[in-house]
């Protein structure tokens, strides 16, 4: 019988528990007695796979901007240390901001935050971003250097084999540049992106080309619908919401938008004959897969995979869960029931899918398949946009595919599928 009272004490349970995580602050944050015994006993330096500190994954970064109103000119910038950084713009004679003001004989205005809670790789090109955007609406850049540096957080960090091996996640120098900008400069400046004779220059426009409105409308064209056009050119699609051009593309139609309330059980139950399971049901059409999942019918449709549950629950006020409600092993079985996977559960229920692993009850379901694995490295832009076109929102992405949603962010592209979120700035 499992000894639930003293479960992290034994170190078997506590190092497999931590083998879930990427860095210690990860391990803290979301198995925190796990973590303490491991500290306390001193089992942390043995758990090599954490990073005490992974700037990589933990979301310490900041992009940031001073706006010299009078001169139309501005500073992008991104930090992990905002009161340092502000204070060296403030005080160091070479800074860009401090000359900048002293040249002009004007104030140094407040740090404004842009953006923060990012990765480091998320921050490198939101800050490209951001530069870009106050470039192409007509302000004068007063930085120095160009923007995208990882700095002395990344030192050594691009080799000539890592720079190499980064390129071949591209086809063309304007993605590398883009999508990769630390590893592209480093090529640009030792002289290796000339042997990098895979980047081709085809397609590769010079900056600023989607600013112009007749080239994004001369693209536009070329599709039938907004649909169509996102998935050919994201780029273009993206000028065309961010400078108000869509709104002239009368030939892109949406897709079929339903009424409200459209998806009732006997439009559901003749959409869910078309698949053979859930996953599918999702992909293909997720308002009416979200729609049966709301109406609480999903199971009705998928009967080989999970069975409706046989007694309504009955919880304590505000629909909480009696305490100790997940040891309960039939009470995790027929929550486990409702899923066809393994992710399918843990997205679903993360307490059910925890407790089932923590009690041991998870290898007797054996209904449940594993995610199909990718090879490492197999999240690419192109793998990437592929899989988010699925969704609607960041949200369905999550939740529909945690691997690639986390690839998104970490490649820091997460945004150049979601234009609802992308330009709401």
Request: proline share 2%; net charge positive.
């Amino acid at each position: 019988m499992v000894d639930y009272k003293n479960y992290w004490k034994d170190k078997e349970h506590v190092i497999e528990e931590s083998k879930k995580y990427n860095c210690r602050s990860d391990f803290n944050k979301f198995s925190r007695k796990a973590y303490e015994e491991a500290r306390k006993n001193k089992w942390l330096d043995e758990m090599t796979w954490l990073n005490s500190k992974n700037v990589y994954v933990d979301k310490v970064d900041t992009v940031y901007k001073y706006n010299f109103k009078e001169k139309n000119a501005v500073y992008i910038g991104r930090t992990v240390h905002i009161d340092l950084r502000d204070y060296q713009h403030r005080t160091v004679l070479n800074d860009s901001v401090y000359k900048f003001a002293k040249e002009n004989n004007l104030e140094i205005p407040k740090m404004e935050i842009i953006e923060s809670q990012l990765t480091v790789p998320e921050g490198v090109n939101r800050e490209i971003y951001w530069e870009q955007y106050y470039r192409d609406n007509g302000y004068t850049i007063i930085n120095q250097k160009a923007c995208g540096s990882i700095g002395s957080m990344a030192k050594g960090k691009w080799s000539k084999n890592k720079c190499f091996e980064e390129s071949k996640k591209y086809t063309t120098r304007n993605e590398f540049f883009k999508y990769s900008n630390s590893a592209y400069q480093k090529s640009l400046k030792e002289g290796w992106i000339n042997e990098m004779t895979w980047l081709s220059n085809a397609h590769s426009y010079p900056r600023g080309f989607w600013t112009k409105k007749e080239n994004v409308l001369e693209e536009a064209r070329k599709y039938n619908s907004k649909k169509e056009f996102k998935e050919n050119n994201i780029s273009a699609f993206l000028a065309a919401h961010r400078y108000g051009f869509i709104k002239e593309m009368t030939w892109l139609v949406k897709q079929e938008q339903h009424p409200k309330n459209y998806w009732d059980n006997d439009r559901i139950k003749k959409e869910a004959s078309k698949y053979k399971s859930k996953t599918e049901f999702a992909n293909k059409n997720r308002s009416a897969y979200n729609a049966a999942k709301r109406l609480n019918i999903i199971d009705n449709f998928f009967p080989n995979k999970a069975k409706k549950a046989e007694k309504v629950i009955k919880g304590t006020p505000n629909n909480k869960l009696p305490k100790g409600y997940w040891k309960d092993k039939e009470n995790v079985m027929r929550e486990a029931m409702k899923y066809s996977t393994k992710d399918e559960f843990k997205n679903g229920n993360l307490t059910a899918f925890l407790a089932s692993y923590k009690y041991g009850y998870i290898d007797d379901m054996t209904w449940l398949v594993r995610q199909k694995q990718h090879k490492n490295k197999y999240w690419t832009y192109k793998t990437i946009e592929q899989e988010a076109l699925k969704y609607d929102t960041k949200t369905e992405f999550f939740k529909g595919n945690q691997t690639a949603y986390r690839a998104a962010l970490k490649l820091g592209i997460i945004d150049d599928f979601f234009i609802n979120n992308y330009i709401a700035y």
